[in-house]
Each structure stands twice: as structure tokens, then as C-alpha cells.
């Protein structure tokens, strides 16, 4: 069973940045970050592949947001700019057990194995 830590989570400024950071206690493959905030679903915001090679994005983060990914360190990172007040949820990241294809994006919760307890990010205005 391999474990999920996320870290990096805060209280911010509309207008200011991010990082946060996934780091697994062993081998994953494809992984990818989900939010959910208060009162709404868990939705996806960012995936990449275990590569590294393919990524994807919901369109809200498209251009703000940056995923990526360390495999010596077994660690996904997401880089927040220009965070909004609708950015503020809970992190959580999430990974895949096995490899369904090298340059798979998941951006299915259903589809990963592992998850973290989540992150805090809050956005005020």
C-alpha cells in the first residue's frame, strides 16, 4: 500500500501563488490532483502521465496551473498562479497502483488507487 502525502496547502491572496506537493511512499504511475470545495463535488483539476510526457487540465486552471512530476523522488508537484477565491478547496492528490498506459492522463477518480488526506488552499478576495 503506498501512502500520499500532500503539503504546501495555505491561506493566500487572490492574485498570489502556490506550490503544492504530493510525495508517495513508493512506486506510482499515472497521478493527477483533484479539489473539492465546500458544499460542491470532488472535481478533477490536473493529471499527468507516468511519464510525464502527457498532461491534462480543467479549463478553469488552464494557464494558472502547472502539474508535474519527479519520478526519482516519487513526487507530483502543482504549481498555483494567479490563485482566485473559486481556487480555494481542499488538494487532494491521487495515484495509480498499476500502469494502464505510459502516457495515460486520468482524470477519473474512479480510475486511481491511492489518496492522500488533502490540502487546505483558502483564497480571499
Known amino acids: 500500500q503506498v501512502q500520499l502525502v500532500e503539503s504546501g496547502g495555505g491561506l493566500v491572496q487572490a492574485g498570489d501563488s502556490l506550490r503544492l506537493s504530493c510525495a508517495a511512499s513508493?512506486?506510482?504511475?499515472?497521478m493527477g490532483w483533484f479539489r473539492q470545495a465546500i458544499g460542491k463535488e470532488r472535481e478533477f483539476v490536473a493529471a499527468?502521465?507516468?511519464?510525464?510526457?502527457?498532461?491534462g487540465y480543467v479549463d478553469s486552471v488552464k494557464g494558472r496551473f502547472t502539474i508535474s512530476r519527479d519520478n526519482a523522488k516519487n513526487t507530483m508537484y502543482l504549481r498555483m498562479n494567479s490563485l482566485k477565491p473559486e481556487d480555494a478547496a481542499v488538494y487532494y492528490c491521487?495515484?495509480?497502483?498499476?500502469?494502464?498506459?505510459?502516457?495515460?492522463?486520468?482524470?477519473?477518480?474512479?480510475?486511481?488507487?491511492?489518496w492522500g488526506q488533502g490540502t487546505q488552499v483558502t483564497v480571499s478576495s
Open positions: 491521487a495515484a495509480e497502483a498499476t500502469l494502464s498506459t505510459p502516457t495515460a492522463v486520468v482524470t477519473t477518480a474512479g480510475n486511481y488507487d491511492y
Open positions: 513508493g512506486r506510482t504511475f499515472g
Open positions: 499527468v502521465s507516468w511519464s510525464g510526457g502527457s498532461i
